[in-house]
C-alpha cells in the first residue's frame, strides 16, 4: 500500500506544476534574440533559461512575477497575465561599461565566460525543481508534487547545483576586478604566493564588487594593505 501512495503521489506531481509560460527574448538594439538569459519565476523559486533562439517557457501562472537576468543586459521583470502567457517578447537594454574614461558597450571576458557558462550547463540549471507549498485559504497548492518529493529526493540534486553555479558564478565575478594584477599594481607586494595569500586573508564580499566604482575597488585594496602593513610593524 505504501509504495502505491508513491506511484501515486509521483504521478500526480506533474499535474501540480500548473501553466508555462512561454515567449522570447531579444536584444532592445539589435532585435537579435539572446540566448543563455536566466528566467526566474519570483513567485515559487522555477528557473528555465532562453535557447539559442532566445525562446523560452517555465512553469508560472498569471499573477506571478518573472525576472530576466544576464550579465550583459539590464535585468527586466514582467509579470504574467492571461494576456501575454503563451507569448511573452521581451526586449533587454544592453549594458555600457566605463574603461579607462572611454564609454564601451558590449561584453567584457567574464561577461562571455559567463554566458559560455550558463549555455553550456543549461540542461542541469532547466531540471525542474518543485515548487515551494502555498497555502490558499483552507486549501494547499502544490503539496502532493512537494511531498513525493520529499520522499523521493529528486529536487536535491538540481537546487545544489544551482546553488554552487551562483556561487562560482559570484567567484568568478569578483577574480575578474580583485584579482593578482591588480593587487600587484596597487601595493608593494609583487610575488604570487604572497598576493594569492593577501586575496585569501581580505575576500571582497560580491555586493561591494558589483557596486564599487574603479576609484572605491582601488581605495578598497590600498586601506587593507595599509591594514595589513600596520599589523606588521607591530
Known amino acids: 500500500m505504501r509504495y502505491f501512495i508513491i506511484i501515486l503521489l509521483c504521478f500526480a506531481a506533474p499535474i501540480a506544476n500548473g501553466q508555462l509560460a512561454k515567449g522570447s527574448v531579444s536584444d532592445a538594439v539589435t532585435s537579435e534574440k539572446i540566448n543563455a538569459v536566466v528566467v526566474m519565476n519570483r513567485s515559487t523559486a522555477a528557473f528555465a533559461t532562453t535557447s539559442k533562439g532566445g525562446t523560452f517557457a517555465i512553469a508560472a501562472k498569471p499573477g506571478d512575477v518573472l525576472v530576466f537576468s544576464h550579465v550583459a543586459y539590464e535585468s527586466f521583470q514582467q509579470i504574467v497575465s492571461v494576456d501575454n502567457i503563451d507569448n511573452m517578447q521581451l526586449k533587454l537594454v544592453p549594458v555600457s561599461y566605463k574603461l579607462q ?3 564601451i558597450s558590449g561584453r567584457t571576458k567574464y561577461q562571455t565566460d559567463s554566458a559560455e557558462r550558463h549555455e553550456f550547463f543549461s540542461h542541469e ?3 525542474q525543481v518543485i515548487q515551494p507549498v502555498r497555502f490558499t485559504g483552507l486549501g494547499c497548492s502544490g503539496c502532493i508534487s512537494w511531498l513525493a518529493d520529499k520522499i523521493t529526493g529528486n529536487s536535491k540534486r ?6 554552487d553555479f551562483v556561487a562560482d558564478d559570484r567567484q568568478l565575478y569578483i577574480d575578474s576586478r580583485y584579482n593578482e594584477d591588480i593587487v600587484r599594481l596597487l601595493t608593494d607586494i609583487k610575488d604570487k604566493d604572497s598576493i594569492a595569500a593577501f586575496i585569501i586573508k581580505y575576500p571582497m564580499p560580491y555586493d561591494f564588487a558589483r557596486a564599487a566604482t574603479d576609484l ?3 581605495a578598497w585594496i590600498r586601506e587593507k594593505y595599509r591594514e595589513e602593513r600596520s599589523l606588521h610593524r607591530r
Open 125 to 127: 540549471l532547466n531540471k
Open 158 to 163: 538540481p537546487k545544489k547545483f544551482r546553488a
Open 101 to 103: 574614461q572611454v564609454i
Open 216 to 218: 572605491e575597488l582601488k
